[in-house]
């Protein structure tokens, strides 16, 4: 097994660029969910999913949208990207509440 | 808003000894979780505690539980150079096991060879 995997590992947007990360897992986990983590401040959560065809808001979902067709990919986009998303953002499946992460996508936005 | 606190922020010890890092929370809680962060990696979790547990132990880890005082406490025990990371505690609400989790900001560890 992957576990969940992510790509990019890093990338450089400019304001007001879009772009999308992507997250997998092949453990057939129903419980996806996407954070942030800024120095400081711990993983807030984005945006999480109980399923295919459902998502709904985490903590800070503003300027993230997600949805989620398949049990296996869970993007996440940004509209039009901001400095203050600057950050790392973490992709996580679940099962009985133990969650897998993947390795990350460090995003900087100038 | 941040349910789990750690404390202290970040703790150095010398290999062999050690380390007990605290986590206070503030609402009722279905289970409570251990994750370990190594620098510039993924969370690993490493152990799981439920509301009605008072003590767990994996290895070189003990984990204990006081819903009454709202807070948990990881002891790892023989420190290694291995165990230098930051490490998280968190909750989730008492709907189910995929209820969603808030983490605290976390303690660094720093274990000297």
């Known amino acids: 097994n992957a576990g969940v995997t992510q790509t990019p590992k890093f990338q450089v947007l400019k304001t007001g660029q879009s772009m999308t990360l992507q997250c997998a897992q092949d453990?057939?986990?129903?419980?996806m969910s996407w954070y942030r983590q800024d120095p400081g401040m711990g993983l807030r959560l984005i945006h999480y999913?109980?399923?295919?065809?459902?998502?709904d808001q985490g903590e800070v979902p503003n300027g993230y949208n997600v949805s989620r067709s398949t049990t296996e990919d869970f993007p996440l986009r940004l509209l039009s990207a901001a400095p203050s998303q600057t950050s790392v953002y973490f992709c996580?499946?679940?099962?009985?509440?133990?969650?897998?992460f993947g390795p990350g996508t460090r995003l900087t936005v100038t | 808003s941040q349910q789990g606190e750690e404390d202290p922020q970040a703790l150095s010890i010398q290999e062999g000894e050690n380390a007990t890092m605290n986590c206070s929370y503030k609402?009722?809680?279905?289970?409570l979780q251990w994750y370990r962060q190594n620098s510039g990696r993924g969370l690993v979790h490493l152990i799981l505690?439920?509301?009605?547990?008072r003590e767990k132990h994996s290895g070189r880890l003990r984990v204990t539980l006081d819903t009454s005082k709202k807070s948990s406490s990881l002891l790892i025990t023989a420190s290694r150079a291995a165990d230098t990371a930051s490490y998280f505690c968190?909750?989730?609400?008492?709907?189910?096991?995929?209820?969603?989790?808030?983490f605290g900001k976390g303690i660094t560890l720093s274990v000297r060879p």
């Open positions: 505690i439920r509301s009605n547990e």
């Open positions: 999913s109980v399923g295919a065809g459902i998502t």
């Open positions: 453990m057939n986990h129903e419980y």
């Open positions: 609402t009722s809680i279905n289970n």
């Open positions: 968190a909750t989730d609400g008492v709907f189910g096991a995929n209820s969603k989790l808030t």
């Open positions: 996580a499946s679940s099962y009985a509440g133990e969650q897998y």
